[in-house]
């Protein structure tokens, strides 16, 4: 007879190994930590490749629950409650072309039945084959799905009671959701949140920031952050770069590849007063966005227009620093508030650079953030998020609490 006492986890799994400087790594293990914060037993589980995952007791006993390592914690920028257990995948797991040594259907055949079950409540994840192994193995589940696909959804899944809900970010991607069979009352629309750590003003490592990108104390500094991708809108901000010789500007976020591609680039065209500082820590961050004048979110037009989720834009509003932004169908709600100082048409450099001006001359910087922003996220909080999902979860199916 199956023993209920012993499920009390919330599973997060990604079917990625961590850290990588991806911005859907960032939105679960976030959302991971926020349910850990509030109070749940939360375990984040993901592949771990590598020498140590030869460890033949590793292999015998995989799940193993333990403090999040310094690693996660600074680059994601995560709390003390969250637990991690990654699963050992050892040659020749991912090393060949196959389902059988592909460690998705490792993690969903092998090591949830046998090893994760046990122990599981409830299961969150943006990995469809692991939502689907849970729900087949008896596990209720939260699915998040943040990008349009055609693929048709297995109603045998999506309508059993044990899918508890689905989560996207934006309507439109929550209509091709139901397009493709999941059931509407089984979708819902919720933002993306911000860390709280966002809203710790640090002013000493912001000047410090500050002295080490511009010229002298007088320069204004426009900082981007983000993923380095065309239609991210980085195209753009060169032009603008360009056609603002005297403004310092600075882009964090990227991969290495692309960071050496755009370094390159600005060599090329002669654009120099734009900097490419790669992925910058989530505890590194925050202190960047608060140093800054005026912060850039120049996404371009296009499909992706349509369902990004602007992941990077609370942390924005957290930093209480002032915002420009391209006019995007995923943002039009925001409009009508106070915390984006300006707003113009994307696609365009001489536009992005006379709202920048703008706001650079009637936003004079305040160490303080400007309230405006700062008031309207904290709606965004991931744990407020956290706790909206769980609403949708039958009480008898929700993980255990320990405080």
Not at 33 to 40: F, H, P, T
Not at 171 to 182: A, F, L, P
Not at 275 to 304: I, T, W
Request: charged content about 20%; overall charge neutral.
């Amino acid at each position: 007879m199956e023993n209920n006492t012993l499920k009390k986890h919330y599973i997060f799994f990604i079917g990625e190994e961590l850290p990588q400087p991806e911005a859907h790594l960032v939105q679960s293990t976030n959302a991971a930590n926020a349910a850990a914060n509030l109070g749940y037993s939360t375990v984040l589980v993901y592949p771990e490749k590598g020498a140590k995952t030869n460890n033949l007791i590793n292999l015998f006993r995989p799940f193993q629950p333990r403090k999040t390592p310094t690693e996660l914690i600074e680059y994601y920028n995560l709390h003390d409650k969250l637990k991690v257990a990654p699963l050992p995948m050892p040659w020749p797991i991912d090393h060949f072309s196959s389902k059988f040594t592909d460690s998705n259907t490792i993690a969903s055949k092998y090591y949830l039945p046998f090893h994760i079950l046990p122990t599981t409540k409830l299961v969150h994840s943006r990995n469809w084959n692991f939502v689907k192994a849970a729900i087949k193995n008896g596990i209720p589940a939260i699915y998040e799905h943040h990008h349009h696909e055609e693929k048709p959804f297995e109603q045998e899944i999506v309508r059993n009671p044990l899918l508890q809900i689905a989560v996207t970010v934006v309507e439109t991607i929550r209509e091709s959701m139901i397009k493709n069979g999941m059931p509407p009352e089984k979708v819902i629309k919720l933002h993306n949140g911000f860390n709280r750590l966002f809203m710790q003003r640090q002013p000493e490592k912001a000047a410090e920031w500050r002295q080490k990108l511009l010229q002298d104390e007088n320069q204004k500094l426009v900082v981007y952050a983000g993923a380095l991708q065309q239609f991210k809108g980085i195209d753009v901000l060169i032009d603008v770069a360009n056609e603002m010789p005297n403004v310092q500007f600075a882009c964090a976020g990227g991969k290495p590849a692309e960071v050496e591609y755009y370094q390159q680039l600005v060599k090329e065209k002669q654009v120099n007063n734009i900097q490419f500082l790669g992925y910058v820590l989530h505890n590194e961050l925050a202190s960047l966005l608060q140093a800054a004048d005026v912060l850039a979110h120049p996404h371009c037009s296009g499909k992706a227009a349509t369902f990004t989720s602007p992941l990077k834009l609370f942390d924005y509003f957290a930093s209480g620093t002032p915002i420009v932004s391209t006019e995007i169908p995923s943002l039009v709600e925001f409009q009508d508030t106070k915390a984006i100082a300006a707003w113009c048409e994307p696609d365009n450099p001489s536009k992005f650079a006379e709202s920048l001006k703008q706001v650079l001359e009637t936003y004079p910087r305040k160490i303080e953030g400007y309230p405006d922003s700062i008031e309207f996220v904290q709606q965004f909080s991931w744990e407020n998020r956290a706790a909206k999902i769980l609403s949708y979860v039958d009480e008898s199916l929700l993980p255990q609490l320990i405080v």
